[in-house]
């Protein structure tokens, strides 16, 4: 650094900054900071100011290396998004068209009773894949924003275990897959705990391995069970001899946006979601879901979970079959149409007496202008025009009379959420359905409530 040289830069600007590696006494460099300036113009007398920036260097450049690192991370998850998207469009087009297909296939094959039967059948499969794929983006959101709470209720082991298997060896014959099940050390008849989350966990986990096994290989589930400090370690383990996972990809398995390769999407499909969702799960039961495989020898999934348990008595069976409420009489506030129908048709079915009102503010009129105990049940709807579900339970259960102060109010409604919730018992129902409705669930909903 030449004196010449610093003087030069002096006529533009007061002071003159450089920084250079300097050999300190204990023989290593270290970075240093000189600082240029003129202590008197008229004789040419200059300043240096030295001092040692080499902490503060290192600090900038790990600040700036971790800015890149995160950069290149958004940058990663913005890529995944957008590829995400493009799956999620290309998921959610292919049963839509297939809805509108088979719909418009059974407006002209009405006379062929057959053939409307197996139309409706695809129907009903399309539907119910368009469905699963939107709540698990909903479980997903939920689930990042930290919303999603589990829904604790005494269920049967057994039975959560036989309904388990039956949908497991569906889907291993359709495919083609041999299927074994092992349930070894059963603690008790009944649990407590989140059951259609563990129900989705292990569904996910084996539809996965049988999606990813060869026509002729094999999926094994085995599930052990042990009590520790007063609860269940529930352990199910999912292992295939299928495709296998590849060892890079290991580690990237249970992020959101993500699967190994992009064929498999167009192969196999779904959204990327499911094992996500399903660990989260499996983490809010005190659990966690591990993975181990070796690309083309198979894979294995490991559950862990803890739920509470009852020695003492049975989860109450709930039977619809046989469900009838004749002679009684519900109010339906719904303002869309076509659930009007779907809904009624359902009440109807049961023998329901159905009367209908299109917005809160007709559902308040009706009560108070009906006689006393003249409806047995209210199905509301939330998001209403002229009036709200919210606020016409408020108004209903505020009239002066004797019979709605235990008239069971249940919401029906597609804010399925867990301040959805909160807001309708506040509110003063009694009971929250989400849509799409499940005819079964509504029947024991309402049997609950209306008959002794």
């Given amino acids: 650094m030449e004196l010449s040289n610093i003087r030069e830069h002096l006529k533009s600007q007061d002071v003159y900054i450089v920084e250079v590696p300097l050999r300190s006494k204990n023989g290593k460099y270290r970075q240093k900071q000189i600082r240029c300036m003129y202590l008197n113009q008229q004789t040419g007398t200059l300043l240096l100011m030295l001092s040692d920036v080499e902490d503060i260097v290192k600090e900038e450049k790990e600040k700036q290396e971790q800015l890149e690192k995160a950069l290149k991370m958004a940058e990663a998850a913005n890529e995944a998004k957008t590829k995400f998207l493009a799956g999620m469009s290309h998921e959610i087009r292919t049963p839509m068209n297939a809805i509108i297909g088979l719909n418009s296939m059974i407006r002209s094959s009405l006379d062929d009773r057959e053939q409307v039967l197996d139309y409706t059948e695809k129907l009903d499969s399309a539907s119910q894949y368009l469905l699963a794929l939107l709540n698990d983006i909903l479980d997903m959101s939920r689930i990042e924003s930290g919303s999603m709470k589990l829904a604790i209720r005494a269920f049967e082991g057994d039975k959560f275990w036989d309904n388990v298997n039956m949908l497991a060896k569906a889907q291993a014959v359709m495919a083609g897959v041999g299927y074994s099940f092992e349930r070894r050390k059963k603690i008790s008849e009944v649990y407590i705990g989140d059951s259609t989350r563990l129900e989705q966990i292990m569904v996910n986990l084996i539809n996965n391995a049988v999606k990813f096994t ?76 591990t993975v181990e495989s070796a690309e083309g020898k198979g894979t294995v999934f490991t559950v862990t979970a803890k739920l509470d348990f009852d020695r003492r008595k049975k989860a109450r069976k709930e039977r619809t079959e046989n469900i009838s409420f004749e002679g009684k009489r519900i109010l339906l506030v719904e303002d869309h149409p076509l659930n009007v129908i779907v809904a009624k048709g359902l009440l109807e079915k049961k023998q329901f007496e159905v009367v209908t009102a299109e917005n809160g503010k007709k559902a308040v009129e009706l009560v108070t202008d009906a006689p006393e105990y003249y409806f047995d049940a209210i199905l509301m709807d939330i998001r209403m ?26 919401a029906m409604t597609a804010n399925a959420g867990d301040e959805d919730r909160r807001q309708t018992k506040e509110a003063g129902m009694n009971e929250h359905l989400a849509k799409p409705i499940d005819p079964k669930l509504l029947y024991t909903t309402l049997q609950k409530f209306i008959l002794p």
């Avoid at 269940?232 to 001899?241: E, G, M, Y």
């Avoid at 290991?250 to 992020?255: A, C, D, I």
Wanted: hydrophobic letters at 40%; charged letters at 25%; zero cysteines.
């Fill in 214 to 289: 060869p026509k002729g290989g094999n999926v094994n589930v085995s599930v052990a069970e042990q009590e520790t400090d007063g609860r269940v370690q529930l352990t199910a383990v999912v292992s295939d001899n299928g495709i296998g996972i590849a060892k890079d990809f290991l580690p990237k398995v249970f992020e959101i946006f993500t699967q190994e390769h992009e064929e498999n999407t167009r192969v196999y499909g779904g959204s990327g979601l499911g094992l996500s969702i399903a660990r989260n799960y499996a983490r809010m039961m005190d659990g966690d879901i």
């Fill in 385 to 410: 025009p002229v009036l709200d579900g919210i606020e016409a339970a408020r108004q209903i259960r505020a009239l002066d009379r004797a019979d709605v102060k235990e008239l069971p109010i249940i």
